[in-house]
């Protein structure tokens, strides 16, 4: 048994902000039927890196694992009958998730209104970069919008040069975290009254929420990779090319500990916290002076023994092969159609009683027949004449 | 009544769930926190301590034994070892307890301390942040607790949905490296099907055979912005460039005959060179308000005070004045737009009081 088994979900969600949610519950038993257009591809679809020929709609590693475990059908939303069977899926979920631009869905008729009226107790996770109401509801953008209208990127960088973006949306990863977290309280709430709700997830509010420390500070600016009471606090460079270790010392005991290890006289000025804080560019100066010459495994070794929090900054290939990730079982193989046996990320989590399993995403419309006729009772005939009228497609 | 109502979920915090333990109290569960003694600053206790009663840590643990006995949920940070002795926990059927730890239970780092830089760095985040002259940067704030926080309210969750068909509590064990290196979604798959490693750009984002830029200096400030595969959103901001006469070789390109990503990088340069004189040219409220009329995807970088004096935001309601033993701050508070009705939910910030001061979970709710 998994955690979610038994729960259905209709994903007309695309792209990276709705599709990672739905992962997340797909790998957990709920049954997430992503409705798709041949027409008008998933852009996640043509997304690098690439199995084979990039115009290959299912040779997407970035969708493929963005959407394991997921069934996928093809539907004409721009066809009053694809509309007719996206409407028979609502009446078949109990929960719809989308993240089209504003006013889409009500312009096909699937507002939250009309859902309601098919299923009374839906529940409609809509996922936005500015949320569906408010005076920025129409804004258009894309994960890293979120990431400079909550603050992220003005404080992001060193504190001499102009604000920066990380080369990835992360906007796009913590509001499908919090839509999951979203769906999964609104479950509970239907379980309790009986009743679904339209949940407004907005990109930019997730990421105003993980830098709430920030915001509690009234003196909040850019440190690089300072903090505010643990010094030192820092990356330092190591023997080779763009080798790095990062180093916090949390206590005074591992402040110690570090001293000895790279053989730096211990200060009697510096025995605090406070006062490391306070010469925390000197402290980091006279530590990356010592540690470029050393042997960064070395170095890992020697820390890890004395307790003290370090890690190599690893790239893609160490992550990709990183030992500790392996073990956790965070890459698991799955047998994919058109990428063949690829690793896809499982869940960050292990449950004792419902463990999840990982499946391969699905290619394009691969369920259109199991889930038009299993689910919805639509006959063969229907199908051949769907598929021929450009319906299902 | 509010989503989480009546649910108890008791705390024992260092950092990785503290988030998680905050998710849960908006969203109305009963949430008594403990802290494990971790060095926080005020801003952090207030940040993911509103909307908890926080306890100081008892010389006795076996004192959270009545506590333990009627909650659901029992969150335990492992970032620095066990908390409870799983003794205490025997007999607590119903009980999800979820454990937060820096790596997995059986792995080779089984053990390990880690802080949230140090996992940062291991998720293969910081290789790629930042610029290429200067060492691997971080993300603001402490972002592999708060990944790690929001996975532990997803498997509180997970695991209460199970219980009502099951009958049955579980352990639920959230790694955060896991949790962080999740948010790392290009990297690692990248270097599987490529081979390529991704490495320090600044603030361009290179796709494909060419790198675009996403930082922009305007009249008073910053916008981001990109040259992405578009089209639709492409034609909207060559269209105000020729309204302005500035579109120059923009005006002749077919943006769906052409992927961005394909492009040789010379001539991504050109095309960026005339934009950039344009948006030196205009201000972030003008350049904001063509955004959001014509559909370009340009954000205007904002400051921490024009976020929280965003009309925007203040119109959904996101930050709420939140009372500390200080005085008032305003902090995010809700944590998406929903249709349950009830309460809002307590969201104050008391100061920590001892465990025997605590009447009992009744009492609280």
Known sequence: MRALDGVKIADFSWVGAGPRSTKDLADNGALVIKIESARRLDLGRRSPPFAGRPKDHDGSAFFAQSNTSKKSVTLNLSDPRGVDLARKLVAWADVVVENFGPGYMERIGLGFDELRRIKPDIILASVSVAGRTGPMAGFRGYGNSAAAHSGHAALSGWPDRPPHMPPLAYGDVVAPMFATVAILAALEYRTRTKQGQHLDISQIEPMVHVIADLFADPHSTKTGNADPVIAPHGVYPCKGRDEWIAIAAETDAQWRSLCEILHMPFDPQLATAQDRVAQSDILDRSIAEVTVLQDREALLSALAQSDVPAAAVQNGRDVFEDPELRAAGHFVPVLHPVLGESMMPAPPMTFSQTPPVVSAAPCLGADNENVLSGILGVSAAQLEELESLGVIA | ?365
């Open chain 2, 1 to 365: 009544m509010s989503q989480l109502q009546g649910i108890r979920v008791l705390e024992l915090a260092d950092g990785l769930i503290d988030l998680g333990g905050r998710m849960l109290a908006e969203l109305g569960a009963t949430v008594i926190s403990l802290p494990r003694g971790a060095p926080r600053t005020t801003a952090r206790e207030i940040a993911w301590g509103h909307g908890k009663y926080r306890v100081s840590w008892p010389d006795d643990i076996s004192a959270l034994a009545p506590l333990l006995k009627d909650a659901d949920i029992l969150l335990e940070d492992r970032r620095r070892g066990t908390a409870i002795p799983d003794a205490m926990l025997k007999g607590h059927d119903r009980l999800i307890h979820v454990v937060a730890r820096p790596y997995s239970a059986g792995g080779p780092r089984s053990g390990h301390t880690a802080t949230d830089l140090t996992l940062m760095a291991q998720s293969g985040l910081m290789h790629i942040t930042g610029d290429p002259d200067r060492p691997p940067l971080r993300f603001p704030g402490e972002q592999a607790y708060a990944l790690t926080g929001i996975q532990v309210a997803t498997g509180a969750l997970m695991a209460l949905h199970a219980r009502h068909s099951t009958g049955c509590g579980q352990r639920v064990d959230v790694s955060a490296l896991q949790a962080t290196t999740l948010a790392n979604y290009r990297e690692a798959i990248m270097y599987e099907w490529t081979g390529r490693i991704g490495n320090r750009t600044g603030n361009r984002l290179v796709r494909g055979k060419s790198g675009v830029r996403q930082v922009w200096p305007c009249a008073d400030g910053y916008v981001t912005w990109s040259m992405i595969d578009n089209p639709n959103m492409m034609r909207a901001v060559v269209k105000v460039l020729e309204q302005h006469d500035a579109a120059g070789e923009l005006s002749q390109v077919d943006w769906a005959g052409i992927l961005v990503a394909d492009m040789p990088q010379d001539v991504i340069d050109r095309w960026e060179t005339i934009i950039e004189g344009f948006f030196a040219r205009h201000t972030k409220a003008q350049l904001g308000e063509w955004s959001l009329t014509l559909g370009w995807g340009l954000s205007v970088i904002h400051d921490l005070d024009e976020v929280r004096n965003s009309a925007h935001l203040a119109e959904r309601g996101l930050f709420v004045p939140i009372t500390t033993d200080t005085g008032t701050i305003a902090l995010p508070a809700p944590l998406f737009g929903h249709g349950a009705g009830g309460p809002a939910p307590a969201r104050n910030c008391p100061p920590e009081r001892p465990l025997d001061e605590l009447a009992g979970w009744g009492a609280l709710e």
